[in-house]
T-cell receptor, first 114, second 114 residues
């Protein structure tokens, strides 16, 4: 089955610096890769996603890159701010005979120090 | 559109009891997935329902069950509660039509077993 590895498990950066979180997936049939942000006590929120026919996608300070050959994708946050502090989850979707299934990484705790 | 809603938001039960959690998906969404979230354990997939049928299942014991109704609302049941079942239970919905893959989470039900 699909497996998603996420690194690092924790990341501390200084306000204004960039943060990068990386995920690798095992199933080459995966075709959709979302990223979720979960603030303390809140639900995971979809912040950006990318499909397998695209190599990069940007939305203001966040961007996601996808390398299908290497089967990894990354979240990039530039000019980090204290409000970026949260747990970030990556996921990969594969289509199976049972329909589409999202498999999540273990999460990365991002701390932005001001 | 209204987001995914879950009831109740908080629940305290005693070991050995059973509990039923409810999830109302975004209007038009036909797929509902359930996740268990405990500190340090990320998002553990329980099961997914689509058109009233369980389509995918995670590695949880048979004490965890669910169902989906014709209006796509879903319920999750846990019987013979154990202390280790204390967790945040999240449901998520997605459209599953027209190539739309985005999945949105509800606020969760925080279950405490004493």
């Amino acid at each position: 089955g699909e497996n998603v590895e996420q690194h690092p498990s924790t990341l501390s950066v200084q306000e204004g610096d960039s943060a990068v979180i990386k995920c690798t997936y095992s199933d080459s049939a995966s075709n959709y890769f979302p990223w979720y942000k979960q603030e303390l006590g809140k639900r995971p929120q979809l912040i950006i996603d990318i499909r397998s026919n695209v190599g990069e996608k940007k939305d203001q300070r966040i961007a996601v890159t996808l390398n299908k050959t290497a089967k990894h994708f990354s979240l990039h946050i530039t000019e980090t701010q204290p409000e970026d502090s949260a747990v970030y989850f990556c996921a990969a979707k594969r289509k199976s005979e049972y329909g589409n299934k999202l498999v999540f990484g273990a999460g990365t705790i991002l701390r932005v120090k001001s | 559109k209204a987001g995914v809603t879950q009831t109740p938001r908080y629940l305290i039960k005693t070991r050995g009891q059973q509990v039923t959690l409810s999830c109302s998906p975004i209007s038009g969404h036909r797929s509902v997935s359930w996740y268990q979230q405990t500190p340090g354990q990320g998002l553990q997939f329980l099961f997914e329902y689509f058109s009233e049928t369980q389509r995918n299942k995670g590695n949880f014991p048979g004490r965890f069950s669910g169902r989906q109704f014709s209006n796509s609302r879903s319920e999750m049941n846990v019987s013979t509660l154990e202390l280790g079942d204390s967790a945040l239970y999240l449901c998520a919905s997605r459209a599953e039509t027209g190539g739309i893959y985005e999945q949105y989470f509800g606020p969760g039900t925080r279950l405490t077993v004493t």
